[in-house]
């Protein structure tokens, strides 16, 4: 038990390491992409969230992750401790592929590092503009449990319209994560988002709509 809490301990490390590795180097060598959103969720609340994604890494790995923060219902002045995830791949051609994922609530004291495989195909010969990808971790620190991830894009009229989301099962406690986005360009890289969100984890009021703005960066 204390080697296998020591390797999940390096594996969060190694994430840790190469997302600040990409970050420096990223500027000159690897491709990036990501955005910046703010939402207004109709349960009472401000949502804000910058997400990034790095590829062309050494080795040919690829780096996703996101830091979101809200602010409480009773007081929309304060805001809570924010969230993180950020997940290191590596696949091969045909899109399988292994990865390691931290997870991080900083309101809470325990953190998750998560190993298992990924699959993200190429499907350009058979529809275009569609990203899609499922992740499968079997492996996880502090007892979290397996997870399964769903997860893909589908953009319309050269990209003014667009459709994404998540949806991840947590086999332990039995709980189900899900954001569905319905976008549209408003000006250059600017969108107007409505977004449907649910979480399992969330005893009262696990569902709402949000709607706000999104900027890409490239």
Do not use: H
Request: charge should be positive; glycine fraction near 10%; hydrophobic fraction near 35%.
């Amino acid at each position: 038990m204390v080697r296998y809490m020591r390797l999940m301990q390096k594996i969060k490390n190694a994430i840790l390491c190469l997302t600040l590795a990409a970050t420096i180097a990223g500027c000159t060598t690897a491709k990036q992409s990501g955005s910046v959103s703010a939402y207004y969720d109709s349960r009472g609340k401000q949502t804000a969230t910058v997400t990034g994604c790095a590829y062309d890494l050494p080795l040919d790995t690829k780096l996703f992750g996101f830091v979101e923060i809200e602010t409480e219902k009773q007081n929309q002045d304060n805001l809570k401790k924010p969230y993180t995830e950020l997940r290191l791949s590596k696949k091969a051609k045909n899109g399988l592929g292994v990865a390691a994922e931290y997870n991080k609530d900083f309101s809470l004291p325990d953190e998750t590092t998560r190993l298992g495989l990924v699959y993200e195909p190429d499907l350009s010969d058979i529809v275009s503009s569609t990203n899609i990808g499922l992740k499968f971790y079997p492996v996880s620190s502090n007892n979290k449990g397996m997870q399964l991830g769903l997860y893909g894009k589908k953009s319309f009229n050269q990209g003014n319209i667009y459709v994404g989301g998540f949806l991840d099962y947590n086999f332990k406690p039995n709980k189900i994560v899900s954001e569905i986005q319905l976008g549209k360009r408003i000006a250059d890289n600017l969108y107007f988002v409505v977004e449907g969100r649910y979480s399992g984890f969330i005893e009262k009021d696990n569902l709402g709509i949000a709607a706000g703005l999104e900027w890409k960066f490239k």
